[in-house]
Structure formats: structure tokens, C-alpha cells
């Protein structure tokens, strides 16, 4: 545990975690020549990527969230209404988020999906399995995919 010396708190304390964030950044760009290379670029920043589709009333039938950081998309969300699955949509949605990406300079995608949603759908879209968690939550297992974008 925590020697006699120090305390320890438990509660959210969001200022002490913005500077915990930044205590965390200037050790690792110390660390690291790619990190501290990044600093002051616009690779830097992450940029959101949403992409939306609607149907002819203004209802949400699918969608992907995510945001470019250095040269990577990461994929947060990917959702298509069960109405609409196996139309396409989530072929689409990906596909265009790649083709933003490459826009903005991304050489590569990561997403993680759970084991009940998507891993085959994201194999067949190119995606490589890179870690797998077993029982992460209790009972499913989490995938970390990634894809190469040419």
C-alpha cells in the first residue's frame, strides 16, 4: 500500500486528473524521440471523424465515430439500426472513414470490437486480429483489430 508518508485519496478530482495528463505527457515526449518529434505538429491533435446516416424522416439508421491521430483512425463506434444490417451500410460507413483517413494522412486503422458484434464483419472488411481479452467484460471477449490502409 501507500507508505505512512503519503496519502491517498479516492475521489474525482477532475483538475488533479487534467494534471496528471500532463505530468504523463511531458514524461513520455522525455521518453520518446517519436512522441516528442510530434509536439507543436498537426499530428498531433486528434481530429474527429463522424460520418451519419439518416433515412428520408431525419432518423439515425447508422453510424461511425471515431477520430485521426498522428496517422492512425481510430474507430470508437460503428453502429447500423438491425433494420437496415446486412445491406451494406457498415461496409460503406468503414470504407469512407478509410478514405477520409487517407486524406488526413493515416497509414493504418485500430478498433476493438466484442466478440457477440463484429469480429468476422471486420476480417472480412481487411482487418487483422492483434490482441484478444478473454473475459473482458465477465463472459465476452474483447478484439483489438487493425488494417493497413494502401
Not at 104 to 119: I, K, S, Y
Not at 122 to 127: L, T
Request: net charge positive; charged share 25%; with cysteine.
Amino acid at each position: 500500500m501507500v507508505s505512512p508518508m503519503f496519502r491517498l485519496e479516492t475521489e474525482v478530482d477532475k483538475a488533479r486528473c487534467d494534471l496528471l495528463r500532463r505530468r504523463l505527457r511531458e514524461a513520455n515526449t522525455a521518453a520518446s524521440p517519436v512522441l516528442r518529434a510530434l509536439r507543436g505538429t498537426p499530428g498531433e491533435r486528434e481530429v474527429p471523424l463522424h460520418l451519419w446516416v439518416l433515412d428520408d424522416s431525419g432518423e439515425l439508421v447508422a453510424g461511425l465515430v471515431g477520430h485521426t491521430w498522428t496517422s492512425w483512425l481510430h474507430v470508437t463506434y460503428l453502429w447500423v439500426h438491425e433494420r437496415h444490417r446486412g445491406a451494406g451500410l457498415g461496409s460503406q460507413l468503414l470504407a469512407e472513414a478509410e478514405r477520409r483517413a487517407r486524406e488526413r494522412g493515416c497509414t493504418a486503422v485500430r478498433l476493438e470490437t466484442w466478440d457477440f458484434q463484429a469480429p468476422g464483419f471486420y476480417k472480412k472488411q481487411g482487418y487483422d486480429v492483434v490482441c484478444v481479452i478473454p473475459d473482458y467484460p465477465p463472459g465476452i471477449t474483447e478484439y483489438t483489430l487493425t488494417k493497413r490502409l494502401s
